[in-house]
C-alpha cells in the first residue's frame, strides 16, 4: 500500500519540481476532459498551450497579458508572504483603471507629459485606497481581509459599471456602455510603434526584481517574511504587524491599480464595463504558482497569460465553451496547492506481505 | 486494581527500533516494567524518551521490535487499543476545555454513552480513595495546574489501567502538591497499577521510583535503582560528562545603582484566560541576579511580555531601563536602551523554526548589532553574529544556514540565550531559561548567565524550576495570582518558605517601593 510519511524538513528539490508536477497533471487531467467533450486530447492541449505561440504576434500578445498578472502576482505574493490575504485585487485593478481613466475623461486636452503621469499616479492611489479600506477594516475592526476585499472587488465592479452606463457614458457612443476614448496623449507609451506593446511590459519585470530584492534582501522585507511565519517572533523583535498590514495592503493595492491604469490605457484606450478577464483572481494563482517569489511570478505570469491566449484559441478553433479558460485554471491551482504535500512529506511504497510479517 | 494472580514482568520491550528521516530515534531498545513498580525513563531531551512512550502509546509505530504486554505478544495499533489492554497516560499538556466542568471535560474523553452512567459518582470515588480531591462541577478555567493534573489523572484511573506513563508531571506542581502526587502514585504502584515515570528531575526519581531505564542518544545506556545513585552520577550516566557545579558568586555591592526597576506595575492581560499583574514593584541593581520563582500561570508570561515591551504599561515610569522610562517603549526601543530578553517558547516566539540561525540572530540583534545598513540586512555581519553565537555557545549545527528547527531544544535554547547576552544588555529578563533543556546544556545556559551578572548587568530569570532558582539568583521572589512577593536573600530563603508563597496561601503582595535592605 501507498503510504504518506513526513520528511521531517522541507524537499529542496520539491520545492522547485512541485510546480512542474502540477503543470503536467492539469495537462493530463484537462486532456481527459476534453477527451470527455468528444475532442483529441493531444490536439486540445496543443491548441490551448502551444499554439498561440505560433501565431504571427503570439509573443506580444503573450506579454501584453502577462504584464497585468506579473504586477499583481508580485503585490500578492509580497502580502501573503506576510499572512495578509488580499484576494481582491480585481478590484483594486478597476479602482485604479476608474481613477486614472476619469482624469483622462476630465482632461481630454492635456499634453502627454503631464497627463499620462498624473494617471500613473492617480491609478496607483486608486488601488492603494481600495486596499487601504481593508487595511483599516482588518486593524480597525479585526475584519477578514480576506472576505472585505472580495466584497469590494464587486463594489468596485458595480462602481464601474454605473460610472460607463450613467455620467461617464460617452455621448456620441450610441448608447454603447462604454466611455469616450482617450485622447492619443493618455495612452501608455509604446515601446514597439502600431502594437500594444506598452511601457507596462518593461515595468513589471522590473518591479518584480524590486520587490524581490526587498523581500529578500531589506528589513521591511524581514518584516513581512517574520510577520507571515511567526506572529508572535515578530511581535517580540519590536516588527509592528498594524503597519506591516497597511503596508502590505498598500503595496498590493497600488500595484493592481497601476495594472488596472496601463491596462485601460495601453490596450482599451477606454473605460467600458468589463475592464478584467478575471486578472485579479488570476493573480492569485500566478502568485503560488511563483511559490510566492517575486521572481517566480514572471514565467508564473507568462504561463497564465498563455491559458487567456489559449482559452481564445480553443473558442475560436474547437468550439469549446469560454469556461475552458476558468476550468484550466481551476485545475492547475488545484494541483499547485496539492501538490506542496510532497515539499514535507514523501510517498512510500509498503509492500502488504512485510506488514503481514511483522 | 487486576484481578488474575499475575507473574512475569507487566510490560518487556526488546529491540525496539524507529527510523524517522534523518534520525534514528529509537536503536534496539529495551525496556522492562514489572508489577507494581514506579520505573523512570531518563534521558536528556532527544535522547528518544518520547518516540518509546509513543510507541507504548500507540500513537508511533515501530520499524522493529517486540513488546509483550501482560504475557501477551502484543502490536500496539493505536492510542484506543492501548487504552483498552490497560496503558493510560497523562501528558506534560493538558488537552482540557477551558470553559466546561471537571465531569463534563471527562466525559468528552469517553466513548460510549454506556461509559458515561454513573460517571459522577465514579469521579468522586475515585478521587477520594486515591487523594486527589476533585470537585465535579468546578469550571476548568478556576483551577490550579494541580487541579487540573488531577483531572487528567482521574481521567486515566476510570479505565483501570494496568500501567500509567506519566510525563514530566511534577514540571508544574508546587513542592507540596508533589508530595501529594507522589503519594497517590505509590498507593496505585501498590494495588497493582505500575508507573512509567519520565522526569528529568533526578531528586524526584531518586525519592520514588525503584527502578531507572537510563537512555542517550536513542540507546539504552543503563538500568539502574536510582536510590543507590547520587544525583551526580545518574546525571553523568544521562550526558555521559563529568558535571562540576557552578561556582557561586560574591554578592553585589549594595551601593551599585538600580538599572531595572518596576514601579506599581499594573497590566491587564491581553488573554481571556490570562492573568492580569497587579502593583508590581522590584529593583534590580547592576551584578545582581533576581530570581521570580512561581506556579505556571500566575502571570508570568504577561511579566515576561510587559518587560520586553510586547505589551506596553500604562504608564512610561512603570518600567525603567537604566534610569530611563521605558514603558511606553516597544521591544525594539527597550534594546536600543540595552534591555535583552529571552521567551519562554523557543518556537515561532524567541525563534522562527523556519528561517535559519542567521536569520533568527538578525531577528532580536539587529538593532544592537547594527546589523542593517540603509534599510538593507548586513548579510556578511549577520552571519558574523550568529557564527560567533555558534562558536561562543558551543551550539552544534551545521553553520549559520541551518534551520532553527533542525536544532535541539537545548541547542535552540543556547542558541537564543547567547544572541541575547552577546548584545551585552545592561538588563537582562529570561522566562524560563532552561526549560526542556537537557542537564549540559542547562549548566552552560546558568554560566552564561552568572558571567553577565559579573560583568555587571541586572538579570531576572522567571522559573518554575526552584533548583534553577536557588542556585542562579542572589535574591527570591514568588509571581502568583500576578503579585510579587518581596524579595528575600536565598541565603535566607528554603525550598519550603518559597513554596509556600508559591501556593499563593500567605503571598504578602507586594506594594510600595522594595528596596534591598
Known sequence: ?358 | MNDAVPSGPLLTMTGMTKQYPGCLANDHVSLTVERNQIHALLGENGAGKSTLVKIIYGVVKPDEGEIVWDGQKVTIQNPGHAQRLGIGMVFQHFSLFEALTVQENIALGLGSAKERVGLRERIVRISNEYGLPLDPDRVVHDLSVGERQRIEIVRCLLQNPKLLIMDEPTSVLTPSEVRKLFVTLRRLAAEGCSILYISHKLEEVRALCSAATIMRLGKNVARVIPAEKTVKELAEIMINMDLHAPTPRPLAPSSAPPRLVLDKLTIRSPNHFGTDLKDISLSLKGGEILGIAGIAGNGQSELMDALSGEILAGKPESVMIDGIAAGHMGPHERRRIHGCFVPEERNGHGAVTTMTLAENAFLSGFTRRALVRFGVIDTKKTSAFAENIIKVFDVRTTGPKAQARSLSGGNLQKFLVGREVLQEPAVLVINQPTWGVDAGAALAIHEAIMALAEGGAAVMIISQDLDEIFVLADRISVIAGGRVSEPVLTRDATVESIGRLMGGGSAPAATGEMEIA
Open chain 1, 1 to 358: 500500500m501507498l503510504k504518506i510519511e513526513s520528511r521531517g524538513y522541507e524537499s529542496r528539490f520539491w520545492r522547485y519540481a512541485s510546480p512542474v508536477l502540477a503543470l503536467l497533471l492539469t495537462g493530463a487531467t484537462s486532456g481527459l476532459i476534453f477527451m470527455a467533450m468528444g475532442r483529441p486530447a493531444g490536439l486540445t492541449v496543443y491548441t490551448f498551450l502551444i499554439a498561440p505561440l505560433l501565431q504571427q504576434d503570439g509573443f506580444e500578445a503573450l506579454a501584453v497579458k502577462a504584464a497585468p498578472l506579473i504586477m499583481m502576482g508580485v503585490g500578492l505574493s509580497l502580502a501573503y508572504r506576510a499572512n495578509v490575504w488580499n484576494i481582491g485585487t480585481d478590484g483594486q485593478f478597476t479602482l485604479g483603471a476608474i481613477c486614472g481613466g476619469g482624469l483622462a475623461l476630465a482632461f481630454p486636452d492635456a499634453p502627454s507629459y503631464v497627463i499620462f503621469p498624473a494617471m500613473v499616479v492617480a491609478g496607483i492611489l486608486g488601488g492603494m485606497l481600495n486596499g487601504g479600506l481593508v487595511a483599516w477594516l482588518r486593524i480597525r475592526f479585526n475584519a477578514n481581509e480576506i472576505l472585505t476585499s472580495l466584497m469590494f472587488a464587486y463594489i468596485t465592479q458595480y462602481l464601474l459599471v454605473y460610472l460607463v452606463t450613467g455620467p461617464w457614458r460617452d455621448p456620441q457612443g450610441f448608447g454603447f456602455p462604454q466611455t469616450a476614448l482617450f485622447s492619443d496623449d493618455a495612452l501608455a507609451p509604446r515601446l514597439i510603434e502600431d502594437t500594444n506593446v506598452h511601457i507596462g511590459i518593461l515595468l513589471a519585470p522590473l518591479i518584480a526584481i524590486g520587490l524581490w530584492f526587498m523581500l529578500e534582501k531589506s528589513l521591511l522585507g524581514f518584516q513581512f517574511r517574520v510577520l507571515g511565519q511567526a506572529t508572535r517572533a515578530a511581535r517580540f523583535a519590536g516588527f509592528r504587524e498594524n503597519r506591516l498590514v497597511w503596508i502590505a495592503m498598500l503595496i498590493s493595492g497600488g500595484l493592481a491599480g497601476l495594472a488596472g491604469l496601463l491596462e485601460v490605457t495601453g490596450t482599451l484606450g477606454q473605460l467600458t464595463t468589463t475592464l478584467s478577464p478575471g486578472y485579479g483572481f488570476t493573480a492569485i494563482i500566478v502568485a503560488f504558482l511563483g511559490r510566492l517569489n517575486p521572481l517566480g511570478v514572471i514565467p508564473a505570469g507568462l504561463l497564465l497569460a498563455l491559458t487567456y491566449l489559449g482559452g481564445d484559441a480553443a473558442q475560436i478553433n474547437l468550439g469549446l465553451p469560454n469556461a475552458v479558460t476558468g476550468i484550466f485554471q481551476g485545475i492547475l491551482l488545484f494541483y499547485l496547492l496539492g501538490c506542496d504535500i510532497l515539499l514535507l512529506n514523501r510517498f512510500r511504497w509498503v509492500p502488504s506481505h512485510a506488514k503481514a510479517a511483522r
